[in-house]
Structure formats: C-alpha cells, structure tokens
C-alpha cells in the first residue's frame, strides 16, 4: 500500500506564473489536508477536502490560491500568479476519517524566482 | 482563537538521556492530541495519540501524558538515541465545519553521543 504520493518534489517558478501542485492519497483515504509550511515555523493549516467537496478552506488565502478533489484523480492545490511569498513546502496529508491520525506525504519544495 | 504552544528552543541532550517535550494549549481542551515526528525534507510521521479521559499513554520507549487542568501534554523518550534527533510536533484537531488538525511549531530534540 503506497502511502501519500506528492509530486512534484521541486517546482521552480517565476513571478506572475501559475503553480499546480498534486497529491495522492493513500488507498482508501477520502480525506484529505494541504499544509504549508516555511522554515523554522510550524504547519500551517490550508484546506481540507474529502471527495469533490472542500469541507474547511479557512487557512487558505482567499484570491489566487484553489484546491479540489476531484471524484477520480488526485486532489491538486493550485496557486495562480505566484509572488515570492508564495515560496514555502506544501504538505499533503490524507486520512481515513475526520479524527484520524494523518499520513503525510514527502511535500512539493515550491521556489518563485 | 485555539491556540498550540510548543518550546521554540532546541533541547540538546545526551545520549541515555530521557527527553521531556512541552506542548500547552489555550482555551478549551480537546478531545485528544496528537504528536509527530519530522525529519528534515520530509513529512510528518504520526506517533502517539492521547484522549482527553487518558492520563498516559506509551509506545516502547515514547511516553505521553495529557493533563486537562494545566492544558498540558508531556512528550517523553526514555534511553534517548541519536536517531531520536528530529523535530517533534504536537497537534490537535478543531471540531469546526468538520474538523481540522492544527499543530504546534513543534521542538527539535538534538541527542549527542
């Protein structure tokens, strides 16, 4: 059972382009979490989704940043026009239940030149 | 707003050492905490969860206590390891349309041989 598949691993991007960052979740797991986290801070919560529905989207900033799950495929965060401030790693994490332990995967390294 | 407070300072202990990590919440207690590993690039590795009706909790040489007056956990490792080094983070979950786990900043535990 592969656990929480993140890709891509580094994503380089210059000002003003769009990012699109991806994750799939463990077999099985219909929830799952977008986390952001800069160096020597904690993670910050993004969004959380089960299936085609985003349940909790009050971490996410409201313009330029969406998140889906959809039906079939993995679910994807996307950011359009990024700035530098965007640049941070971003951490998926899926679950089984609500109040379930998460399972993570190893994060997209996001860089905004 | 709910808030989860861990030591910002890095604990360097010794080798054989046990190591006592802190994480306070404010407000009103949750119905359990979490706690995770991190290691540096990678994601986050569940380790142990508490109740709230739970005092102790163990898992071979982790222990964790969960006091609901002083809105405290405790993170234990007995025997410590060199390759106990890592970050630790506590997280908790907010029952807010649906749920969402929010975490600590967490402390990174250096253990020297």
């Known amino acids: 059972n592969a656990g929480v598949m993140q890709n891509p691993r580094h994503l380089v991007r210059r000002r003003g382009q769009e990012a699109r960052l991806r994750c799939s979740p463990m077999?099985?797991?219909?929830?799952v979490y977008w986390y952001r986290q800069l160096p020597e801070e904690g993670l910050k919560f993004m969004v959380y989704l089960q299936k085609e529905n985003i349940i909790d989207e009050s971490g996410m900033p409201k313009e330029r940043f969406s998140a889906e799950f959809p039906k079939e495929g993995p679910s994807i965060l996307r950011i359009q026009q990024v700035v530098r401030g965007d640049s941070a790693a971003y951490f998926c994490?899926?679950?089984?239940?609500?109040?379930?332990?998460?399972?993570f995967g190893s994060g997209t390294q996001l860089s905004v030149l | 707003s709910q808030k989860i407070e861990q030591n910002s300072e890095a604990l360097n202990i010794q080798e054989g050492k046990t190591a006592t990590l802190t994480c306070n919440y404010t407000?009103?207690?949750?119905?359990?905490l979490q706690w995770y590993r991190q290691d540096p690039g990678r994601g986050p590795v569940f380790l142990l969860l508490?109740?709230?009706?739970?005092k102790e909790k163990r898992k071979e040489r982790l222990k964790v206590t969960f006091d609901t007056t002083l809105k405290q956990s405790l993170f234990h490792i007995t025997a410590s390891q060199p390759a106990d080094s890592a970050t630790y983070l506590c997280a908790h979950l907010i029952y807010n349309q649906g749920g969402k786990l929010i975490f600590g900043q967490g402390t990174e535990l250096s253990v020297k041989p």
């Open positions: 407000n009103y207690s949750p119905a359990y």
């Open positions: 994490a899926s679950a089984l239940g609500a109040d379930e332990k998460l399972f």
């Open positions: 077999k099985g797991h219909s929830h």
């Open positions: 508490i109740r709230e009706n739970e």
